[in-house]
């Protein structure tokens, strides 16, 4: 049965707006845990334009199910995680301007430094995983230096603007999950996943974990984020 990390970036978004405490991304994490989602993930960015070094400490305190960073493999927020030491961190790629991240992580061209990075969290008991698109030549070179994980990045049949574009995105997902999965990584995926493109891509069984954010916290505005995350599990589980 698959499972469900949810993302709780964007309630440090709102926070951050007026840079006050409210609302607090730790009342966040206990809400969500307590709907039954899986786990928690948090992105610190270079930037920190949303969750903040301290909310990782604090969190790493508090979260009870399993604790994803999300990070870009630059040194201070490397000094962060090997001190937090969050079950699992993910490796994506960062550009200063984006709205969110854009697009999977090119394992093949830092693979040299993402090798050195995966040895080095190892050694503290943090499991890897990378953020790639549905690419097999990026997963096979994410399993080559180490990775435990591959997130797939579904991005792109998330913005599929037509049912063609949706179907060749899908397939894609599919191939490379399978694929994965084939090598012994662990299979998650994400990136612009709602409460509507979740049923299809739900019905991929290697996928084995989906992290989704931002349609969570945006439905919570409406119903609360306990009942946002209630109404997601029951879509995947």
Do not use: C
């Amino acid at each position: 049965m698959p499972k469900l990390n949810v993302n709780i970036d964007h309630v440090a978004t709102l926070r951050q707006a007026r840079l006050g405490k409210e609302p607090s991304v730790l009342d966040a994490a206990r809400l969500v845990e307590k709907a039954g989602a899986d786990g928690i993930t948090v992105h610190l960015r270079e930037d920190r334009r949303h969750i903040q070094d301290k909310d990782v400490y604090l969190l790493r305190k508090i979260i009870k199910t399993k604790l994803n960073l999300e990070m870009a493999a630059v040194s201070d927020i490397i000094n962060v995680a090997l001190k937090v030491k969050p079950d699992w961190a993910t490796l994506v790629p960062e550009k200063r301007r984006e709205l969110t991240t854009e697009g999977g992580l090119d394992v093949i061209k830092n693979k040299r430094k993402l090798e050195r990075l995966v040895e080095k969290f190892h050694k503290e008991g943090i499991l890897v995983s990378f953020f790639v698109d549905p690419d097999i030549s990026e997963i096979k070179a994410a399993k080559d230096i180490g990775a435990d994980f591959v997130e797939i990045h579904t991005g792109r049949y998330a913005d599929a603007k037509n049912e063609r574009e949706i179907d060749k995105e899908f397939k894609r997902i599919k191939e490379a999950a399978i694929y994965a999965k084939s090598l012994n990584l662990g299979v998650n995926a994400g990136h612009g996943l709602n409460y509507t493109n979740i049923k299809r891509v739900v019905k991929i069984k290697e996928i084995e974990e989906f992290s989704i954010g931002h349609s969570i916290i945006s439905r919570a505005v409406f119903v609360g984020i306990y009942n946002a995350v209630k109404e997601m599990i029951k879509l995947i589980k």
